[in-house]
Every structure is written in structure tokens, then in C-alpha cells.
């Protein structure tokens, strides 16, 4: 059984937690400056800390010129405890065990398989029963399991996922009722964004957009994931481009992520040359060779992401976006054009830039929403 033994319900020992990590190392004097709280408060709290092993302590710098002792300095412990997420994608599943600064300690893949309400239970209580088969020792165990769904998610229910349905099992319940550990459902954007949050950037206001089977963007506003009705907001792929345009699986036609989302481009460039399939790599090396149906549709494909961009910007003004993306990651000309038809006067000062984290932003960020949940804190930097 496996069960967290520490409750941070006291906002001082939030606060104090979260200013111990965002600032590497600390000693109690700048914590008292910093937070406003009395000496010894600061003192009752880091002592609860220390001894539940959330921080630590350790000695720098220099003594003061009247002699005495080496500043002790406390710092946040990331292996005090363990996090694990599982990412289900359209065609598998990725779980990985991280410490809390999300630090990989194991990760495991299932590929090619159909998504399905039969088989995902069965498939993540075996990828969870092998992490919890070789957990590390640590002084409070898992301390979450995140899930990362393509698709909407409110208040820890999946209200609608267009790639497969995963509507008459309750994973929470489930999977919480085995593992004996709190259990989050989020949309896979909206952790890509925390990640970047948390990860990339010092800026309070950002958006993820997450360019791979479909578009969706993750924002934080002032430090918090704008959700909206339903868990519906960032659905940008579904902003309509062409109103008389291809029908999309939403039920509207001519939706942004049905000219630029990753695997449409894709396969359109597969149609055009005719192949049955065509890596990532092999489109790279056809971009640079001059190619002109690949730079063609690259073309094409930044253009229509610049409109869904735009569209963004207009609306949420954010200081930053990170475009997470693998063509683009491939092909960073994708970003210079993309930036380049950001000539509105909205636009035009808003950085575009590829996702320092790619792939990994989603479990990083669920490494996050764990964390952020067991320590009670928000809008966490590690940065
Ligand atoms: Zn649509």
C-alpha cells in the first residue's frame, strides 16, 4: 500500500515550500524577508520540512567577517518523493516514473495499439503494476498518477476525446482504488503548457500549441490554465479556417487542424510524392534538397498555423508561445515563415518559439500537476 504520510494544508508551509524551490537555496533569514512571515514561524515550518525530508539543508558561501559559522541554506529535495504519468496517445501509451523536478527514473512504451474502452484499464494497471514493482525508496512514495488525455478534461472527468472513446470506464476510480494514490486526468496541452511554465520560461502569460495528430493549445494566464466550459478552452484546431472547407471528426468543416496539424501534413506530403509512408527525416532531407511538393506544403502548413497564431495572439495576448511540433523542430524554417506572417499590429511583438521541451513536455507536466497537488502550491518554477 502506498500512501503519502505528509498533508500540507497550512498555507505558510506552502508558501514557505514554494519560495524554497524557486529560489535553489535559501536560509531561513532571506525566507522570513521573502515571505513576510516572523522568524519563528519560518523556524516551525522548515523544521517540519526537514523532518519529512521535503528539503534539506546544506552549508555555502563564505563565513561573515565577525567569524561564526557558514549560512545554513535550505534547498528543495526532489527525491523525497516520486511521480508517475501516463500519456495516452491516439495509437499507445508512454508512462514514466520521475522524481519531483521530473528527473527520469524508469519509462515504458506500448506502440500500435487501438485505443479502446476494453483494453486501457488492463493496459495501464500493467505499465503501473511494473513501475510500482521497482519504485526507489523514498520517504513518501508515488505521490500521484497523472494521465494525459487527447481530448477535453473537467474537474477530473474526460468530457470528449475524438480519437477513441474512453466513456464507460472511470480511470480515476479505477486505477486510485488499486494503487492506493491519488489519481489527475488532464488534457495533454494543458500539461505541455504547466511544463512550460514550470520549465521554459520566466513569463507569467504563455501558450503551448501542440502541433501533432491535432492542434490544441495549453494557456496560462497569470500563472493558471484557462480551462473554459467543459475543459473546451484552447481548442484552437477547431477555429475555422475555410468555412466551406474538409469535413472534420468535430462536425465543423474547413478546422484549422485539417491543413496544419502534424500527421495531415504528413500524409498529404505522402499522398503528393506517392509513397506509402515518409519519416520525419526523409521529409527534412526533401525540404533541404529543394523539394518542391515538401516545400510546398511546409509552406502551406506554416501559413495556416500563422492564421490560427494570429487568432491567439488576438485574443489571449500572451508574452510567449511555444510551438511543440515535430516538423517544425525538424525544419525550423517553419518558425521564420510562421513569424514572418505575424504582421498584424497584435502579432508582430509576440515571440513564436520552438518548445525547448518537444515530446517531453506533456510528462514533465505531469510531473508538475503532481506535484503542484501534493504540495499544496501554484504556479510552480523551477526555472
Ligand atoms: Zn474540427
Redesign the pocket.
Known amino acids: 500500500m502506498h500512501k503519502t504520510n505528509l498533508d500540507i494544508k497550512e498555507n505558510n508551509e506552502a508558501v514557505i515550500i514554494k519560495a524554497i524551490i524557486e529560489s535553489k537555496s535559501i536560509s531561513r533569514a532571506q525566507l522570513s524577508v521573502l515571505t513576510g512571515l516572523t522568524k519563528p514561524s519560518v523556524t516551525t515550518i522548515t523544521k517540519r520540512l526537514l523532518d519529512s525530508s521535503l528539503i534539506e539543508e546544506h552549508e555555502i558561501g563564505t563565513p561573515s567577517s565577525l567569524g561564526g559559522r557558514k549560512p545554513i541554506m535550505l534547498k528543495f529535495n526532489p527525491k523525497s518523493a516520486l511521480s508517475i504519468g501516463i500519456n495516452i496517445r491516439e495509437d499507445g501509451f508512454d508512462g514514466t516514473l520521475n522524481f519531483l523536478d521530473g528527473a527520469v527514473i524508469d519509462h515504458f512504451s506500448k506502440n500500435k495499439i487501438t485505443i479502446s474502452e476494453e483494453n486501457t484499464l488492463q493496459e495501464l494497471v500493467a505499465m503501473l503494476n511494473m513501475f510500482f514493482l521497482n519504485l526507489p525508496s523514498t520517504p513518501h512514495g508515488v505521490i500521484g498518477i497523472t494521465i494525459s488525455i487527447h481530448g477535453t478534461v473537467e474537474n477530473n472527468k474526460i468530457i470528449f476525446v475524438p480519437h477513441y472513446s474512453l466513456d464507460s470506464i472511470d480511470l480515476v476510480e479505477e486505477i486510485s482504488k488499486i494503487f492506493m494514490v491519488p489519481v489527475y486526468l488532464e488534457n495533454g496541452a494543458n500539461l505541455a503548457a504547466l511544463a512550460e511554465y514550470a520549465f521554459s520560461t520566466k513569463y507569467d502569460n504563455l501558450i503551448s500549441l501542440n502541433v501533432y495528430g491535432g492542434i490544441g493549445a495549453g494557456i496560462i494566464e497569470k500563472g493558471e490554465l484557462l480551462i473554459g466550459h467543459n475543459g473546451q478552452g484552447g481548442e484552437v484546431?477547431?477555429t475555422t479556417l475555410y468555412p466551406n472547407g474538409k469535413l472534420?471528426?468535430?462536425?465543423?468543416h474547413g478546422?484549422l487542424?485539417?491543413y496544419a496539424a502534424n500527421d495531415i501534413v504528413i500524409s498529404t506530403i505522402e499522398k503528393k510524392l506517392q509513397r506509402k509512408s515518409i519519416s520525419l527525416s526523409e521529409v527534412k532531407d526533401l525540404y533541404y534538397q529543394n523539394n518542391q511538393i515538401v516545400v510546398n506544403s511546409i509552406n502551406e502548413m506554416a501559413y495556416h498555423l500563422s492564421i490560427g497564431v494570429q487568432s491567439l495572439v488576438a485574443i489571449i495576448a500572451p508574452d510567449i508561445i511555444f510551438l511543440n511540433n515535430p516538423l517544425s523542430k525538424e525544419i525550423p524554417e517553419i518558425l521564420k515563415i510562421l513569424n514572418d506572417h505575424l504582421s498584424s499590429r497584435f502579432s508582430k511583438d509576440t515571440t513564436v518559439l520552438n518548445s525547448p521541451l518537444g515530446y517531453n513536455a506533456i510528462q514533465l507536466g505531469t510531473t508538475i500537476n503532481n506535484t503542484q497537488r501534493f504540495l499544496n502550491v501554484k504556479n510552480l518554477k523551477f526555472i
Not at 472534420?248 to 465543423?252: D, F, H, L, Q
Request: charged share 10%; with cysteine.
Open positions: 484546431g477547431h472534420c471528426p468535430c462536425g465543423n478546422c487542424e485539417q
